[in-house]
């Protein structure tokens, strides 16, 4: 029982940075309805600040400074490649957001360098023992928990009460009725991708705490594309909810394989676009997706 506990918490631990992802996906789709391929490269840019802020200001103040930064990286972008992109076929704007990760990465992997780089995270690999159940859990896997907890309360109350966030979600539900009542969708789509940017930054940043930030790090991101579509590309409760159960079952198959020897090693690996595939065979919209319906 004990494995199982830590199991679970380790899941929703790695659950919540593609949590964070995929509401940075869903948020931009919702906004555009086009799937932005930059994330990967705003994780990875977000998370090589935090190593450069660390020393100088400390942990505590260069996560949230590198999501500002990263969230801005993201604003020029919109502007410069995606914004000249409005109206033409949401597969050309997809294209082009494939082409600003890969010139993104090449960029903040130069600034890797050869050196090993760190987020500078106060805990490392320390573990913190939960009271009455004997169970261990790594303190980075409890700090992404929280930290993402306090983001998706923060965010889903942004959207709930403020008035861009009601822009937000009017210009998501319908374009050209939103403009009609006076909302800038331009300024929308600025800031669904700034808040894309800062999600990811937070995410990179958990993701190499008590590791290393290298050039590969930007993989983790595709484990959100099979979340997304598992919890519905337009639903952010979606996203939440996928995420942590693609964490769960994840370290639930790593930690159970030997149980099942002719799977082969590192299944789980896979385990998140087996959950995907399975979950589309019942539901092609995904498990909070929105079904379209056309009149003919």
């Keep these: 029982m004990t494995e199982l506990l830590e199991s679970v918490l380790r899941g929703l631990g790695t659950g919540s940075v593609y949590a964070l992802l995929a509401l940075g996906f869903v948020i931009i789709y919702k906004a555009t309805r086009v799937i932005s391929f930059a994330q990967p490269a705003f994780m ?4 090589v600040l935090v190593t450069y802020l660390a020393g100088p200001v400390g ?23 995606v914004r000249p992109m409005v109206g033409r076929p949401a597969f050309v704007v997809a294209i082009i957001t494939l082409g600003v990760d890969v010139a993104v990465r090449v960029v903040v992997n130069g600034f890797i360098g050869l050196d090993v780089r760190h987020v500078g995270d106060p805990w ?11 169970v261990d859990l790594q303190q980075r896997h409890l700090g992404a928990l929280l930290a993402t907890t306090v983001l998706i309360a923060a965010l889903f109350a942004f959207f709930r009460f403020t008035r861009m966030g009601l822009a937000m979600r009017a210009a998501a539900y319908d374009q050209e009725a939103a403009l009609a009542q006076g909302v800038s969708v331009g300024a929308v789509f600025a800031l669904a991708w700034g808040l894309a940017g800062g999600l990811a930054a937070v995410a ?4 190499a705490a008590g590791a290393s930030v290298d050039a590969g790090l930007w993989l983790i991101a595709l484990t959100a594309l099979p979340v997304i579509i598992l919890g519905g590309l337009d639903s952010l409760p979606g996203a939440v909810v996928g995420g942590l159960a693609v964490g769960m079952i994840q370290e639930l198959a790593a930690t159970y394989q030997q ?3 002719w799977l082969g090693g590192n299944v789980s690996v896979i385990t998140p676009y087996v959950l995907m595939l399975l979950v589309l065979l019942v539901r092609p919209y995904g ?4 079904r379209e319906v056309e009149r003919v």
């Design 44 to 47: 990875l840019a977000g998370a």
């Design 59 to 81: 942990f505590w103040l260069a996560v949230p400074v590198a999501a500002l930064l990263t969230a801005g990286l993201a604003l020029g972008v919109e502007r410069v490649a």
């Design 124 to 134: 490392g690999l320390r573990t913190v023992a939960i009271p009455g159940t004997g």
């Design 204 to 207: 990179g940043t958990f993701a």
């Design 259 to 261: 149980h099942a020897p």
């Design 287 to 290: 498990l909070f997706g929105t």
